[in-house]
């Protein structure tokens, strides 16, 4: 008796399988002509194209007028496509190609060398603004290429649950060696939705280029040898620029570097750079203004938490901590930048200072509202104002700070300074807000921060790291839910259970909790 194969694809529904064109799944022969013919045949029939488990070698270009293809792996963990040599892109979409969607699958080089522009996933742009509109990648990990993933001249892309690492930066120059790139070099780009991103090595974490329209939210951006985001302008500047619980940090230069950036909105961010050199600010402004920045915290950097170097005004930065810095907290570079204010913010056990307002404009200040300073300062009268705030009097930022966090069940006490658990609250008011941010991510377990009144726990305000928040969770309250009197005494306490670690390994994760009160 004789037994006839039948394809998978003829199966009534199916998707299109590469292997039935082919495709090798053991990454000895290049696949490349059968993911081609699947391609085809997936485009003829509205279908999608399903690569199963394996490890292929080849390449797939989704070509003009080609729109509306799927591309699905069995998963990131079992789908892989190697480059199949050091130059083509393991993936290209073509301007016109809209509507293309990649989805789990690993893509990674692992040819010897890089020629300068070896991308594993590239969107072309047409060179006239207009790029592949409607693009989507999800739940993929790129690695090993001059960019990991390029997007040129983007129009209405998302990404989303992606790594990407070990960018190559080769014989190019900038943004060679960005593990993901997105804009252009002479238009400005629209409409980008970028969540939950992982970027590890490379010289840059992510590199964005004259962009409108961008809402980035959850990206960990790590070990980056340049800058860990990097916002580029050279047409004009940048509108609705939204970027959201998110932590970055670079090994060479500014951890969160921007420019041309205007109207933007920043929260619960995270910045540290510790570099050899001393050019490492966790967060560095160039010619942005109008911008609001909330619940930011710049620790650890080896020069400055905050540098404003040009042309900088009318940002507001709300309950945001420039702690343990080489330089300064805040370091504002000339008279150039002014109109800027600071409201409830800390800055505390910096090196050099914790604020150097170099203005000179008595009518055009910077101004540090009800904030705590702890440190050195050079600033003039005009620059620092307490008290008068809109609900009712002065507002403290109290950031308390744990190092070395182990794994295992554990509890205690964060400290507001070296040698101090408690704040004395000096008037009655309310506790409104608690931030808190990790520098690893949980891996598993549970951590709850909360504060404490008198030693009595306060569950309003109780936050958690756990499986839905695994690295930065805030709270906030009404005035008067949370009311503290004259003298009492305020702490942030925490407690993990038995099952806790995080990704870096044991003792690796420091935690930075900002208590945000108002006296009444």
């Known amino acids: 008796m004789s037994i006839t194969k039948v394809s998978y694809s003829l199966i009534t529904g199916a998707s299109i399988n590469v292997l039935d064109f082919g495709a090798d799944p053991t990454g000895v022969n290049d696949s ?21 488990a394996g490890t292929y070698k080849g390449s797939i270009a989704v070509a003009s007028g080609e729109t509306n293809l799927i591309i699905v792996g069995e998963n990131r963990g079992t789908t892989i496509i190697e480059a199949k040599d050091n130059s083509t892109a393991t993936i290209s ?59 040129d001249e983007f129009n209405d892309m998302t990404v989303s649950e992606c790594v990407f690492s070990g960018a190559v930066a080769g014989v190019g120059v900038a943004p060679i060696g960005a593990n993901f790139y997105a804009g252009s070099p002479t238009f400005p780009c629209i409409g980008l ?29 790590v070990l980056s040898s340049a800058q860990g985001l990097i916002h580029q302008r050279t047409t004009g500047n940048t509108f609705g620029m939204i970027i959201s619980d998110s932590y970055f940090d670079s090994t060479d230069l500014d951890a969160f570097y921007l420019e041309g950036v205007d109207y933007g909105m920043f929260t619960n961010i995270w910045t540290s750079a510790s570099p050899a050199t001393s050019t490492g600010n966790g967060v560095q402004l160039v010619n942005c203004s109008n911008n609001m920045f909330t619940n930011l915290t710049a620790f650890g950097n080896k020069a400055a938490g905050l540098y404003l170097l040009q042309d900088c005004t009318s940002n507001t930065f709300n309950g945001c901590t ?46 540090w509202l009800n904030g705590i300073i702890s440190g050195a300062i050079t600033v003039q009268p005009k620059d620092i104002k307490q008290g008068g705030n809109a609900s009712g009097g002065t507002t403290f930022a109290l950031t308390y700070q744990r190092e070395n966090l182990v794994d295992g069940a554990s509890s205690g006490d964060l400290n507001l300074s070296a040698n101090q658990t408690v704040f004395v609250a000096p008037v009655a008011g309310a506790l409104i807000s608690i931030s808190v941010a990790l520098t690893d991510t949980r891996s598993a377990g549970t951590l709850n921060i909360r504060p404490l009144i008198n030693g009595v726990a306060d569950d309003d305000l109780r936050v958690q790291i756990d499986g839905t928040n695994t690295q930065y969770v805030y709270k906030n309250e ?29 003792g690796t994760v420091d935690i930075s909790a900002t208590l945000v009160f108002v006296s009444t």
């Open 478 to 506: 009404s005035i008067g839910n949370v009311l503290v009197a004259a003298g009492d005494l305020i702490r942030v306490f925490y407690d993990t259970d038995a099952s806790w670690n995080t990704t870096g390994g044991a």
């Open 93 to 151: 979409v073509h301007w016109t190609a809209f509507n293309t969607q990649i989805k789990s699958l690993t893509i990674k080089n692992t040819t010897a060398t890089n020629n300068g522009t070896h991308y594993g996933i590239h969107a072309l742009g047409s060179g006239s603004n207009s790029g592949a509109s409607g693009l989507i990648i999800k739940d993929c990990v790129v690695n090993g290429y001059n960019i990991n993933v390029r997007l």
């Open 32 to 52: 490349t002509a059968a993911f081609t013919s699947a391609k085809t045949a997936a485009l003829a029939t509205n279908k999608t194209i399903y690569i199963p």
């Open 193 to 221: 939705d970028v969540n939950d991103i992982y970027c590890i090595g490379g010289k840059y974490g992510m590199y964005l280029e004259n962009t409108e329209g961008i809402k980035m939210t959850f990206l960990d951006c």
């Open 322 to 367: 420039f702690n343990n810095n080489t330089s300064y907290g805040v370091n504002i570079a000339n008279s150039n930048n002014n109109l800027n204010v600071f409201n409830a913010c800390f800055a505390s056990g910096n090196t050099t200072g914790a604020l150097n307002f170099l203005d000179t404009t008595a009518a055009s200040p910077n101004y």
